[in-house]
């Protein structure tokens, strides 16, 4: 769920909006996203677990304005529901097609749009493996660098993705790990530059708050204190 929330409201034309309709809009994109990331997860083998399969789901997804034809994704969906009704990408999908035909389809084109940039070659071929084996920063001495344009936004999704991802697998990692006792062996110290440039993980207030326990750090930079307050009315 949190990878499905982080593709959504990192890759919205309009973030700041919410609310209403756009709230109601948002969770059903977000059940959309989760239900095939879940069934990539556990039903796919491991060289298709990456976000290219994903965006070939989608793209498989076509909803008649009557509602009554089946796409290839219900076919798929419904199979496995036939053989886990309880499964957690089938509760997602069943949630998600509640909704009418049109409104369906209406969330899946846009889906499409905002994440147009996954069907780049480029990018899809950077993205297809895992080469970062993020858990290995908490255990051992390594750096990663992310470099994007200062002006070109296209990709920064990708690094607040990043965030989100590293974030849940060190504090798993920490947390599950007996002999850690709850604090990773080696320091993780994030230097998030151009912070106020890029999207943070949801709930990035309460994960600094519990952070430091881990032994992981952030440091924050910005152009002046006006930033951070803009980015954070509200705390």
Partial sequence: MKLAYALVFNTKK??????????????????????????????????????NTMMDMILECKVSEDGYDENRMDILFGELEQRDPHHPAVLQYRSFKLGSAKTLSSIMVTAVSNLHMLQSAAFAEMIATDEMFLPKLGVEKR?????????????????????????????RLADSTPEFHGTLPVHVRLMMDEFANVATPENFVKILAVAR???????????NISQIKSKYKDD
Avoid: H
């Fill in 14 to 51: 309009n973030p700041a909006a919410s609310g209403g309709e756009n709230e109601f809009w948002d969770k059903s994109a977000v059940m959309f996203l989760a239900s095939l990331i879940l069934y990539i997860l556990y039903e796919s083998p491991l060289y298709e677990r990456n976000l």
């Fill in 143 to 171: 750096a990663i660098f992310c470099v994007i344009p200062d002006n070109d936004d296209t990709f920064n999704f990708m690094v607040s993705i990043l965030y989100t991802q590293l974030f849940d697998q060190l504090f």
């Fill in 213 to 223: 326990s881990r032994n992981i750090s952030c440091d924050i930079i910005l152009q």
